[in-house]
């Protein structure tokens, strides 16, 4: 990959970092203004510290260690910029499993948005499939026997990784709709102490980081530059949480850009993993024009609103 493909990377990691991280950046928020400034001030400081390097940063060093091990750790941090032939007949060997699971996580999370979770409706079509919520677990079921039927004939530990990535969807979710039930408590119980909304945030974070971590594979397969862009996103939402989460809130369709994003990215990594090449710059190149589309929507209807 040369310097612009690079840095377009950085830059497309970033932007889905924010936008993906919007959910998270209101309820930290929430959490936070029953803190202390000097406990606002660690989560922000420290905790962008725990957030960005412990779990954007060993989080997918980890993935691609354990789907490639026998390349070794340091073998994962630099596989996309070795030239030994082994690690990176390693890494083409293991990256199917790898993407078809994270492509099945990312579709999973958008077609669970698209049919059951409160929105704004930035397209007609959204309402639609809102009505028709009660549907979501017999299509999700549908879409992951069909990508697991396919994935056998081409390799078994392809439909196996796929199965791996559904699981991981519903794990996550059960935290999430845990943590939703939880934030509320927090908001409400002023005797919880500080230390524990803190940790409360650092675990959430930690969850949210997910979607982020995964839909990154679909830019790139590099450990460095995943880090470097989804830290970069990071720090800018934490720095919203505190500063501009009022702002965040009067665009009301950018959390439409961000599931549109996933589920064009989770559609690139299912592609990647049956051999069908998509070039790098496609990954950001759409995430820029699908985030720039509803930001523009939302543009839009805070002047209608004005």
């Not at 026998?70 to 070795?82: H, M, R, V």
């Not at 790898?98 to 704004?120: D, N, Q, R, S, T």
């Not at 009660?134 to 697991?148: E, P």
């Not at 064009?264 to 049956?274: A, D, P, Q, R, T």
Request: with cysteine; charged share 15%; glycine share 8%.
């Amino acid at each position: 990959m040369d310097i612009g493909g690079i840095v377009l990377s950085i830059l497309g990691l970033c932007v889905f970092e924010v936008v993906s991280s919007i959910d998270n950046a209101v309820v930290n928020a929430d959490v936070l203004a029953t803190m202390s400034i000097r406990w606002r001030r660690w989560f922000l400081i420290w905790g962008i510290f725990l957030g960005v390097f412990l779990v954007r940063g060993l989080l997918p060093w980890l993935i691609i260690w354990w789907s490639s091990p026998e390349i070794g750790l340091w073998g994962a941090l630099t596989a996309t910029f070795s030239h030994d032939p082994q690690i990176q007949a390693a890494l083409a060997q293991s990256s199917p499993q790898l993407l078809i699971g994270g492509g099945v996580f990312l579709i999973f999370l958008f077609f669970h948005w698209l049919f059951l979770e409160p929105k704004e409706f930035g397209l007609h079509v959204e309402r639609f499939f809102n009505q028709q919520g009660v549907w979501f677990f017999a299509f999700a079921s549908v879409i992951l026997s069909g990508i697991i039927w396919f994935a056998l004939e081409k390799n078994p530990l392809m439909a196996f990784a796929a199965s791996i990535g559904s699981s991981i969807f519903f794990i996550t979710h059960g935290f999430k709709e845990y943590a939703s039930r939880m934030e509320v408590k927090l908001v409400k119980q002023h005797h919880l102490s500080d230390i524990s909304k803190l940790m409360y945030l650092e675990i959430l974070d930690a969850t949210f980081s997910i979607d982020g971590v995964i839909g990154a594979f679909a830019f790139t397969m590099s450990v460095p530059i995943i880090i470097l862009g989804n830290g970069l996103g990071a720090i800018v939402v934490r720095q919203l949480t505190i500063k501009g989460v009022d702002k965040i809130k009067n665009y009301p369709y950018l959390k439409n850009g961000a599931m549109y994003s996933i589920f064009f990215l989770g559609m690139i990594m299912v592609l990647e993993s049956f051999g069908v090449h998509v070039p790098p710059y496609v990954a950001p190149l759409i995430t820029f024009i699908v985030i720039g589309f509803f930001g523009w929507k939302s543009l839009r209807a805070r002047k209608s609103l004005s």
